[in-house]
């Protein structure tokens, strides 16, 4: 053994403790802010939370009382009708990419334009369904923000769908045909189906993600202080209505900005939870 | 008496590669064809054309002819054909769905709605498949969940369960262990009685166990077929020879210490 073997041991100890202090570092640096804003939101959320906060209509200006009912329901809406159109555009696009548009000009351009609409403000898509569809409808509704919103979870569907189906192995492929089953009904029943689980991951993730858009919703849904189910009329969401008590002058609006931002984040958090348990679950069995 | 199957002259070339080489080759009702040859050397090609699952594949030109009982393949639906040549995989390819759907599958995607009528062709599958006893108390479980062995009894129950008349083979036990082999020995000659089969295996002893006949193949070409007791003592070609020589079994057998052959290499530089 070489005279100075401890001093090179003693001094690996000490490399690996920095490296790992640095990482830990790191770590904390992402996890800070995650934790505070959870922290901050459930602490000034939670108080807001009762049963009013989800079954009523915001009360009359200035006075107490009321909830955000309305904008629960609207943002339900909004997704539900987003989700109705998206996700078989979306899936019907991804597979012919994936299954029938392998090579070629169009589904390169297809794929070109599709990761360029994913990469648009959602501003911008809300500017654009404003001109599209508020001005000729001549008012705001709550079909033009779910058009908005479909416009951002069609990217994601088509992009999920397709790298899906391309990992499933092709040999699933080859074993259907081989049955004599023609191309269109393995595809189907076998290959959208062994993709099904990674499809339905990236639609919750997208959807979770679709439910927290203020931006597009706020010349497209616009917001409604009432109940308001007409797909025609404007609806309230519960990011409008986070932007609009949080920056009203009264005490309880703000209170219940924070209830509503926490249910949110609980929305969110449920869809990739969501997300995680049958992607997870699937992969064991 | 018609063969079943037969390529006469063929040629394939995957683009400007050519895999086969003036193929020509019968199979007989109710036999068990082996083809065995090095890796490369265009046994699955072949099998596939027999199927024409070769079609999918862009850039692929077949000149000659391949017949299914006297009629050409190419002038037959492929799902029409695929149906009565069925074939199955080196890798087991269980859907991902129940045992009982798997096995239903075929018959459910031809038509067959009846429950009852399902079930028995369930039921016969997976009986001829050597499979019925181990799974018939799970058969709603995933297939996927079965073991390599047993999965790849189930992919031969669901080819039978579309009431094939010939079952085309590739390495089907290649990724099993030797008693999952076994078991699929037994049942390849179990099968053999009603249905046509042809063999890929890289394992020689298998091709000698099982098969009537055996076809060597050799950089694209058949280079030797014949009755397997034949072929394998008396091979007329010394490629084959050379080839049978190199199995280990063989010379422990005869007590020779031959020389080990390096597996005949990348063929497409011919
Ligand atoms: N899809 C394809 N495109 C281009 N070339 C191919 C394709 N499939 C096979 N080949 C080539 O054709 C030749 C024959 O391949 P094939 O798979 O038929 O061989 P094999 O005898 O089955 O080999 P193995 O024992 O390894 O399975 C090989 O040189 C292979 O590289
Ligand atoms: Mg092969």
């Known amino acids: 053994m070489p005279p100075d073997a401890g001093r090179w041991t003693a001094w690996r100890r000490v490399q690996e403790r920095a490296v790992t202090l640095c990482l830990l570092l790191a770590t904390g640096v992402v996890l800070v802010p995650v934790a505070s804003v959870l922290y901050v939101t459930v602490r000034n959320g939670i108080a807001a939370w009762n049963w009013a906060f989800f079954t009523q209509v915001p009360a009359a200006v200035g006075a107490s009382g009321g909830g955000v009912g309305n904008a629960i329901a609207g943002t339900a809406l909004?997704?539900?009708?987003?989700?109705?159109v998206a996700a078989p555009v979306g899936l019907m696009a991804g597979v012919y990419l994936s299954e029938f548009g392998r090579e070629g000009g169009f589904p390169r351009a297809v794929r070109v334009v599709n990761d360029a609409l994913m990469g648009v403000p959602t501003i911008v898509l809300g500017i654009f369904v404003y001109a599209a569809v508020v001005v000729p409808m001549g008012h705001f509704s709550a079909l033009a923000g779910s058009v908005a919103l479909a416009l951002i979870l069609i990217p994601t569907v088509v992009r999920v769908t397709e790298d899906m189906l391309r990992m499933v192995p092709p040999e699933l492929r080859d074993a259907g045909l081989a049955l004599g089953v023609p191309e269109w009904r393995v595809i189907t029943s076998i290959v959208l189906r062994a993709a099904f689980p990674g499809i339905l991951t990236g639609i919750a993730l997208g959807v979770a993600r679709i439910a927290g858009e203020t931006a597009p919703l706020l010349f497209t849904a616009f917001g409604n202080p009432n109940w308001a189910l007409n797909p025609l009329q404007p609806v309230s969401a519960l990011p409008l209505q986070v932007f609009l008590d949080a920056v009203s002058p009264y005490a309880d609006l703000q209170q219940k900005a924070w209830g509503a931002a926490l249910l949110l984040i609980v929305i969110v958090a449920c869809g990739n939870g969501f997300a995680r348990a049958y992607t997870y679950g699937r992969k064991v069995g | 008496m018609t063969p079943v199957l037969e390529a006469e002259h063929l040629h394939l070339m995957y683009g400007a590669r050519p895999a086969l080489h003036d193929v020509t080759l019968d199979v007989r009702e109710h036999e068990v064809l082996a083809i065995i040859g090095p890796s490369g050397c265009g046994k699955s090609t072949l099998l596939r054309t027999f199927n024409r699952m070769n079609d999918r594949i862009p850039g692929v030109r077949v000149i000659g002819s391949v017949r299914f009982r006297g009629r050409s393949v190419f002038d037959i639906e492929p799902t029409s054909l695929r149906r009565q040549v069925g074939m199955v995989f080196q890798r087991p390819?269980?859907?991902?769905?129940?045992?009982?759907?798997?096995?239903?599958?075929?018959?459910?995607?031809h038509g067959v709605r009846d429950?009852?009528?399902?079930?028995?062709?369930?039921?016969?599958s997976l009986r001829r498949a050597a499979l019925w006893d181990e799974v018939k108390d799970k058969l709603s479980a995933p297939a996927a969940a079965l073991s390599g062995g047993q999965q790849q009894r189930l992919c031969i129950a669901r080819t039978l369960a579309v009431e094939p008349q010939v079952i085309l083979l590739d390495e089907p036990t290649s990724a099993l262990d030797p008693g999952a082999t076994a078991k699929i020995e037994e049942l390849i000659e179990e099968l053999a009685g009603a249905y046509t089969?042809?063999?890929?295996t890289h394992n020689l002893d298998q091709a000698e166990r099982v098969s009537d006949r055996v076809a060597f193949m050799l950089a694209?070409?058949?280079?030797?077929?014949?009755?397997?007791a034949e072929v394998f003592e008396r091979p007329r070609d010394p490629r084959t020879e050379r080839y049978l020589a190199g199995r280990p079994l063989t010379v422990a057998r005869r007590g020779v210490r031959g020389p080990r052959l390096a597996p005949v290499g990348?063929?497409?530089?011919?």
């Open chain 1, 78 to 84: 909004l997704v539900m009708l987003a989700l109705f």
């Open chain 2, 93 to 109: 390819t269980p859907f991902p769905m129940s045992i009982f759907d798997n096995v239903a599958y075929g018959p459910r995607m």
């Open chain 2, 115 to 124: 429950r009852r009528r399902l079930k028995e062709i369930v039921e016969t």
């Open chain 2, 197 to 200: 089969i042809v063999l890929v």
């Open chain 2, 220 to 228: 694209g070409e058949v280079v030797e077929v014949g009755p397997t």
């Open chain 2, 266 to 270: 990348e063929w497409g530089a011919r």
